[in-house]
């Protein structure tokens, strides 16, 4: 009888899973035995709780001792209760994420045991429908150690009777960042974006009190001028990275300013007037610049950026989108300045075309990610000789409606170690370009080709075994696509069908049997599927942990506590994005009263009458609104409350608010 090997120590075994990268690869090591299940449960350190999860928590906090990471994400119930249930547990938390909740669940923090409170550094807030300066104070007194902290986009759920009830204040004001600046001395990053109450005292109060700020974000904030920027500049000597949008900097103002940030490596410019003069002071302050960004920006030249350029040629990040007048010929002359750019951003340039293109992927040896979304790739000719840039793992060339076949030819024998590439919405790629990119590039890990209505296959030859996120929404994409897809995409993950019509049962049943891996698929809209669809998929490939199934299923109680006894964590049905129906509301009303075949055309497609008047009747107060105020530049309804205290016809627009709301609700 031969002799037994002794078994490995268990230390041994968690120096060795302590090389797994992410959490995800321990899931398979805990399913080859219970002392793997026993080693990986104590080196889990973040847990993802959803609706379906809550049921699980208690055996969850037992099973994992050292999480540091805490994210809430679909999340409907009060997160009190679960921070109460995790009060019995000093985790050494790090960050926790409590974006897109009602409030700030206060009962909850103030149960966590002191320890854990002293870990936590990072506290995300995002999206939150009430959140006030006395929840600050209440973050300020429980979190002394945070370091990064996003209170950004809020979502201003709140109407003038709502006032009371939120302690007076209709969310963040200067008072609320002034006190938690005051008491919060390592804080480094904040992003106050989307809080149009706060102003330049904010920022001067973070200057004054915060040593140790990196990074600054203040987008779409009204009342931030570039006097609190300058603060910054001046009184922040660790400042890394400043964030803005909508507001406009003058040069002479700021020049000084500029050289006391000795440390800035990253600007961020969105939606603003931005002049040469601005430029040309960045490129006379010799600042550590690793990432600029110009997003829509207007008032410069291609001097300034020439200057800037020429200056900070070691320069790894450079965004420029929306700049129309960029063309091909300025482009060959910056190509000249960005041999260490390792990402290149050229969306919404609508005068760049191939040249641009190959021109970057010749001249930039250290490029890993380009993006051209919504430009003229594609409309010239543009001759390849020997160009080949190995580096070069993202490619964004979406929305480019005369992108060809013999284009993306090209393309992929000049990138074959693309790992995604995103190609969504080009009208004019059919099999034969998908065809050869996937036969060049078989390091690809995302194929985005959602809109693409000639794609119906990726090619008999396609090889693709490291594809792990195919979204293919509203394609031609048919059934012999799909059982292409799951005899050559084994590692498949992530899995977008929704609107291709031209998929059935058959095709998905095909993936679903070869793609052992799937975690995720959707279905919404794909009209040819069978009823059985569903339960087929849950009972058959154990690892789906979300499914989007087809418009218009309906499950029971029953039907879902089953499917989560399976694994199944998410059946999520469809909810359209209101503030698009909003928007789409008004264009149909503007649309309706200059033409009535614009009535007819809508009631044809939604067969709704009542549906119809709905959105009509919203519209129409929508517009009432935004005339009445004036507000352009105001994007959110807490912007709207604002102007809405002095407004000399205050009662007529509170109606219209108040309705407004109410048909929301109702619907």
């Known amino acids: 009888m031969p002799e037994r090997c002794p078994e490995i120590p268990e230390e041994i075994w968690e120096q060795i899973i302590a090389y797994v990268p992410q959490d995800r690869f321990l899931e398979p090591l805990s399913l080859v035995s219970k002392r793997f299940l026993s080693i990986t449960n104590r080196f889990k350190q973040t847990l993802t709780i959803s609706d379906p999860t809550a049921l699980f928590l208690p055996k969850l906090f037992h099973r994992f001792p050292k999480l540091k990471h805490v994210y809430f994400r679909d999340f409907s119930e009060n997160p009190s209760s679960v921070l109460l249930q995790m009060s019995q547990f000093e985790y050494p938390l790090e960050s926790m994420d409590l974006s897109n909740q009602k409030k700030l669940p206060l009962e ?27 929840d600050l104070g209440l973050i300020a007194h429980l979190l002394p150690n945070l370091e990064v902290l996003d209170l950004s986009e809020p979502k201003d759920d709140y109407n003038v009777i709502d006032v009371d009830s939120c302690g007076g204040s209709l969310g963040i004001t200067d008072e609320g960042i002034a006190l938690l600046a005051s008491k919060l001395s390592n804080l480094r990053k904040i992003n106050l974006s989307g809080n149009c109450l706060v102003s330049d005292k904010s920022v001067m109060s973070l200057s004054e009190n915060c040593g140790n700020l990196e990074e600054l974000v203040v987008k779409d904030c009204n009342f931030i001028t570039q006097d609190g920027i300058v603060a910054a500049f001046r009184s922040c000597m660790n400042l ?34 931005v002049s040469d003069g601005l430029l040309f002071a960045i490129t006379k302050a010799s600042l550590p ?66 040249s641009t293109f190959f021109t970057l992927v010749k001249n930039c040896p250290s490029l890993n990610s380009l993006e051209m979304e919504k430009t003229d790739l594609g409309k010239q000719e543009f001759a390849v000789n020997n160009v080949n840039n190995p580096q070069i793992r993202v490619l964004n060339l979406a929305s480019n409606k005369t992108l060809s076949n013999e284009c993306l030819e090209k393309i992929a024998s000049t990138c074959p170690n693309l790992e995604t590439l995103d190609l ?22 995302q194929i985005h080709m959602s809109g693409c209505t000639q794609i119906k296959h990726l090619g008999l030859d396609a090889d693709l075994p490291k594809l792990q996120v195919l979204r293919v929404s509203g394609s031609g994409l048919n ?45 919404n809209f794909c009209r040819n599927m069978g009823h059985d669809i569903l339960a087929w998929m849950v009972f058959t490939r154990p690892s789906l942990k979300k499914i989007v199934p087809p418009q218009g299923l309906v499950l029971t109680e029953g039907e879902k506590s089953l499917f989560l006894q399976h694994g199944c964590q998410r059946v999520s049905f469809y909810q359209p994005n209101m503030t698009r129906l909003v928007v789409a509301a008004i264009c149909i009303q503007v649309y309706y009263t200059r033409s009535s075949k614009g009535y007819c055309g809508f009631q044809r497609a939604y067969h709704d009458e009542n549906k119809l008047v709905f959105f009509l009747r919203l519209s129409v107060s929508c517009l009432f609104v935004m005339i009445c105020l004036k507000r352009s530049a105001c994007k959110s309804f807490q912007g709207v409350l604002v102007s809405l205290f002095t407004h000399p016809h205050i009662a007529v627009i509170q109606r219209h608010i108040t309705h407004m709301k109410e048909l929301l609700h109702f619907r």
């Open 108 to 134: 909850g923090l103030e149960g966590l045991p002191r320890a854990t409170l002293s870990s936590i550094r990072s506290l995300k807030l995002r999206s939150l429908s009430i959140l006030n300066d006395s």
């Open 240 to 273: 890394r990275s400043v964030c803005l949008l909508g507001t406009d900097i003058r040069a002479p103002e700021v020049s000084e300013s500029l050289l006391c940030a000795k440390n800035l490596c990253v600007l961020d410019f969105a939606y603003m007037g």
């Open 289 to 354: 610049l690793k990432k600029f960004t110009l997003f829509h920006c207007q008032n410069f030249t291609f001097s300034g950026i020439l200057s800037l350029l020429r200056t900070y040629q070691s320069l790894e990040y450079l965004a420029l989108e929306g700049v129309y007048f960029l063309n091909d010929r300025y482009m060959i002359d910056l190509a000249k300045f960005l041999r260490n750019a390792n990402t290149i951003k050229l969306n919404f340039c609508s005068k760049l075309s191939d």
């Open 424 to 445: 969504s919405s080009c009208l004019a790629i059919s099999r034969k370009g998908i065809g050869e990119i996937v036969r060049n590039c078989h390091g690809l890990m």
């Open 479 to 523: 059934d012999e696509g799909l059982v292409t897809v799951g005899k050559r995409c084994h590692e498949l993950l992530y899995l977008d069908l929704m609107y291709c019509n031209a998929v059935t049962s058959r095709g998905v049943k095909e993936v679903i049997k070869n793609c052992i891996k799937l975690r995720e698929i959707n279905l």
